[in-house]
């Protein structure tokens, strides 16, 4: 088996990254940056965002620093300073300041636009070719892999290729037909507003009537596709998947004031929507992978660990992933091992992390996007009376900014 080092003195290590999401962008990007020749595969014919509003926690900021975006992510966003979770009648239930885990510590919250952007930016500056309108339906020979695009061309064969074909990824059960990712049966609604009285700053606000209803408005600094100066947040409603026809079909007036009816306050917020096509739907898998290895193929982001985004750590998991996927590679050079060896090297770093999110989301979700009544019975009980336990605040902190992990030690963000 070739090492990494033999590949490199023979040439460039040739990696391919299948989709120009935030994962694919950041791996290539961090890949790239380590010596590597990289191309990136996206299937449509324009990269783009898909998506409103994210939160990303210390943890993803600290992958964005690692990769010298982190002030233009900073910049482009909000911070956001505490995250507010009370019931319609004012009873609080999460309350979570981010000042608690440390000093001077935040979550940012930006428009996917805006991340995308900055993410894209770097690969331009970088000259990273992105191969657009290639949808990859196949792989041939995972050992020295070989690309089969919809267009009927084959790229390849490369040393390593990396799929970030997210959450809903076909080469995912082409390539991995053991692994498994049911959709929940709850979505979301979202949309961007602006906040035109500066009502929702510095904090992440959600409102839960039982498990079935759910708002939520996270200032994510300026709005990329406006001519206003003024701050935009990102709106939140969560459904069940099957009733997305029928809110549809509902006049938008009727659900406006459904929303008026929970939270008073979010009226003057919605007063500018006036038509369905306005607001995007969004559903979300939970994928269940024994590995995310397959010779030289390597699933990363949300193609192998897509999660409810109860947790907001989706993107945080995907951006750290390729940070800590090209420092393994580095290593791996360094030792003289194998591309296979330095990916078995990363998965085993990786995993003690993303499995408790996957874990702590999927234990999670049914608390807030269920039919039950006893979990939001229970919710509403339990988690009042836990903020005043010993170690569960810091326990909900360390979870929130992202750092936790299955194993004693938290992930380590200097
Ligand atoms: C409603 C909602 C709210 C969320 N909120 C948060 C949050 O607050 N914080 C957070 O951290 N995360 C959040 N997430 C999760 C976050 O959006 C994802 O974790 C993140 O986008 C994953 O990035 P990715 O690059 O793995 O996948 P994606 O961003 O989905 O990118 C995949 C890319 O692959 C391309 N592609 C797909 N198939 C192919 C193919 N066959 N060939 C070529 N290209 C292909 C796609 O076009 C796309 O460009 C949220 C998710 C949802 C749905």
Redesign the pocket.
């Known amino acids: 088996m070739q090492t990494l080092a033999e590949r490199v003195e023979t040439g460039n290590v040739r990696i391919a990254v299948?989709?120009?999401?935030?994962?694919?962008m950041a791996a290539a990007l961090a890949l790239k940056r380590a010596g590597s020749d990289v191309t990136i595969?996206?299937?449509?014919e324009a990269?783009r965002p898909?998506?409103a509003?994210?939160?990303?926690?210390p943890t993803?900021l600290w992958a964005l620093r690692e990769l010298g975006l982190a002030e233009t992510a900073i910049n482009a966003g909000a911070r956001v300073k505490r995250l507010d979770g009370r019931t319609p009648a004012g009873r609080l239930l999460l309350d979570l300041d981010y000042e608690r885990w440390r000093t001077g510590a935040f979550g940012l919250g930006i428009h996917r636009a805006s991340l995308f952007s900055v993410l894209h930016d770097a690969i331009r500056a970088e000259e990273i070719p992105v191969a657009l309108n290639?949808?990859?339906?196949n792989i041939a020979a995972p050992w020295w892999p070989t690309l089969m695009s919809a267009s009927g061309a084959r790229f390849g064969p490369y040393d390593l290729v990396i799929i970030?074909?997210?959450?809903h990824?076909?080469?995912r059960s082409t390539l991995m037909p053991q692994a498994r990712a049911p959709i929940y049966p709850w979505g979301?609604l979202?949309t961007i507003l602006p906040d035109r009285n500066g009502e929702f700053p510095d904090t992440l606000r959600q409102i839960y009537r039982g498990t079935q209803m759910m708002i939520g408005v996270l200032p994510i600094g300026r709005d990329p596709a406006s001519a206003e100066m003024m701050p935009a947040v990102s709106f939140f409603w969560s459904i069940m998947r099957k009733d997305f026809d029928a809110w549809r079909r509902t006049p938008i007036s009727e659900w406006k004031k459904d929303v008026a009816r929970v939270w008073p306050e979010a009226e003057s917020l919605l007063a500018p929507v006036s038509a369905h096509d306005e607001i995007s739907a969004?559903?979300?898998s939970d994928v269940r992978m024994k590995t995310w290895r397959n010779g030289r193929l390597l699933f990363?982001?949300?193609?192998a660990h897509?999660m409810s985004?109860q947790l907001?750590?989706?993107?945080?998991?995907?951006l750290i992933d390729a940070v800590l996927l090209a420092d393994t590679l580095k290593r791996a050079d360094r030792a003289r091992e194998s591309v296979e060896h330095a990916l078995y090297a990363f998965e085993r770093r990786r995993r003690a992390h993303v499995n408790y999110y996957l874990y702590a989301s999927r234990w999670l979700t049914p608390f807030f996007q269920s039919n039950s009544r006893l979990a939001s019975a229970f919710r509403n009980v339990a988690f009042p009376l836990a903020r005043n336990l010993p170690f569960f605040p810091g326990f909900m902190m360390r979870t929130l900014v992202g750092v936790q992990r299955l194993s004693f030690r938290p992930f380590p963000v200097p």
């Open positions: 299948i989709g120009c999401g935030i994962g694919g595969f996206e299937k449509f990269a898909l998506g509003g994210l939160l990303l926690q993803g290639e949808e990859i339906t970030a074909d997210g959450a990824s076909a080469l979301a979202w969004a559903t979300y990363l982001g949300d193609a897509g985004p907001g750590q989706g993107a945080n998991l995907a």
